[in-house]
């Protein structure tokens, strides 16, 4: 499943919930979006990734929550074919046409999510960052490891997605290339993965909260944000009707853009120095 929209619910606890200023300003924003033009269509995790460099995922739903209570928002609900629930779209209340265009955002939303496109995704982002890591001398050493070293993890069935090494440093790789963060969760286990292994954690990440990268960063590792998800070149058709119907920040990259990488390793060198 590339999007969690299953764990959605989850995000949404009104018992801890007090509203504050970002909270109102989320509610705002999104009215913004439904006033310009009160025909749009959004789906929440659309929203999420839209206003993500302003609002955490968790308080754009909460905002979404919020807006539907009013009946400022108006939600109807799409089973999609490709996912285990269906997908919430958001429509203004006074709008009462949303059947073909929400119809038309179903068919893209089922194209990318399709399991062969979700792995494709994910072995191509896997492979450009090995291939881009390798090229400054972060030699990929395991893939898939659950054992390092004689230390074996047995708590869960999990594991890290490749050891890179360089000047005697060993780094413990996860890769998301998915719309979504990373769950808090998994983090926190392959956080401890990493401290199991004795290892530093390196997270490759489309998105992440900044509480996320800062317990990385507690954790004595690196958070790399490549904002953009990625698909295969052959996609570039499916690519370019998410950007243009969707909005969504999607690519074909040839290679992982060199800033992304030169930006680690002057960390990676500092840090060897301290």
Not at 113 to 127: F, L, M, N
Not at 197 to 202: E, S
Not at 209 to 219: D, G, H, L, S, V
Not at 251 to 260: F, K, L, M, S, T
């Amino acid at each position: 499943m590339y999007d969690d929209f299953d764990d959605i619910e989850e995000w949404y606890q009104p018992e801890r919930y007090r509203p504050d200023d970002y909270f109102l300003q989320a509610k705002e924003e999104i009215k913004f979006l439904y006033e310009k033009d009160r025909e749009v269509i959004f789906y929440i995790r659309q929203l999420q990734v839209k206003l993500e460099k302003k609002y955490f995922h968790w308080v754009t739903y909460n905002a979404i929550e919020s807006l539907i209570k009013e009946s400022y928002l108006r939600p109807i609900s799409i089973p999609v074919s490709t996912f285990g629930t269906p997908i919430q779209f958001l429509v203004h209340y006074t709008n009462r046409y949303a059947k073909r265009t929400i119809n038309e955002l179903t068919k893209i939303i089922e194209e990318y999510s399709h399991d062969h496109i979700t792995r494709s995704c994910g072995h191509r982002a896997e492979d450009l960052f090995a291939l881009a890591l390798a090229s400054h001398g972060f030699l990929p050493t395991q893939k898939k490891v659950k054992e390092y070293k004689g230390k074996r993890w047995t708590k869960t069935g999990h594991n890290l997605d490749h050891i890179f090494e360089k000047d005697k440093v060993v780094y413990g790789s996860e890769i998301k290339n998915t719309l979504g963060y990373i769950e808090k969760e998994e983090l926190e286990i392959k956080l401890e993965m990493c401290h199991t292994f004795h290892i530093r954690p390196l997270f490759i990440l489309r998105y992440a909260p900044k509480t996320y990268i800062e317990m990385i960063r507690e954790a004595g590792g690196y958070a790399m944000i490549f904002e953009c998800q990625i698909y295969e070149l052959s996609q570039v058709d499916l690519v370019q009707k998410i950007k243009t119907k969707l909005g969504l920040p999607v690519d074909c990259p040839q290679a992982i853009p060199e800033g992304i990488i030169l930006r680690f390793n002057k960390w990676h060198t500092k840090s060897v120095k301290m």
